[in-house]
């Protein structure tokens, strides 16, 4: 899928357990910025994949390894003159964040280099982040005239909101040490071995069984909507389903008959 400048391009690797999608987002030229039509196409790509039925695990990255996300183009963001122009423009983020956070498998952040601004929200909207030890994370926003909105709101979840007033306020990036003790990502690995380590995320995703995984990605988003009794309940009646829905018979098998061997 290729729109101007950039490219989405989407490589499928079937393997027995299910289908795992590479979604690489191509605009290194440019440190892969965002500008609309590559928010489009981005968000046409993920709404895509959540009808694929067989998909089991989503890999999204930036070509180059120079950056993830550099964030939002600067060019087309000096042409926005009316509030009208900020909010189309900031809506298309949010679409696409919320067509990740969409996608009913879990989407894994593949980054190396930078991940800024629009970049970042991105990165936070995906389910799990693996990192490079040298990436490089900023909301440099406020620094331009602007404040970081929609998705940075999942940050304080991540971080805390200190660490995410420290992010959107002094416009400081942080290295890949200091996002990993932050928890801003889930690992942080050599350049060298990024490959293997997102390998290893998806290859266990791929070993459980899928309508579990599917499952527990709705849960934990309808977890963030809801007071803690009402969670409480939801995991409830999600696991009554997957009970109804008999996945668990044969692993559940398989394990008993080999505690017995």
Known sequence: MASGVHKVDISWDRRSGGTVANVVFDNSRRL??????ALLDLTEAFLGLAREDDLRAVVFSGAGGRAFIGGADINYMTSMKSSEDGRAFITMIHKLCQAI?????????RMEGYTLGGGLEVAAACDMR??????????PEV???????????LLPRLIGWGRTSW????AENIDAATADRWGLVEQVVPAARLDAAVE??????????????RAQKRLMRRWERLSLDEAVQA????FAQSVADGE?????????NRKKK
């Not at 892969?32 to 039509?37: A, E, G, H, Q």
């Not at 693996?130 to 900023?138: C, E, M, P, R």
């Not at 992010?167 to 002094?170: D, H, Q, S, V, Y």
């Open 32 to 37: 892969n910025v965002v500008n609309p039509p």
């Open 101 to 109: 956070r969409d996608c009913p498998v879990p989407v894994i952040c």
């Open 130 to 139: 693996i990192a490079a030890d040298n990436a490089f994370f900023g909301m």
């Open 143 to 153: 620094r331009v005239g602007i404040p970081s909105v929609v998705e940075a709101a």
């Open 167 to 170: 992010l959107l306020m002094t």
């Open 200 to 213: 290893r995320c998806v290859a266990s995703i791929v070993e459980a069984t899928p309508k579990a995984v």
């Open 235 to 238: 995991g409830i009646d999600a």
């Open 248 to 256: 668990h018979i044969e692993r559940m098998g398989a394990f008993v």
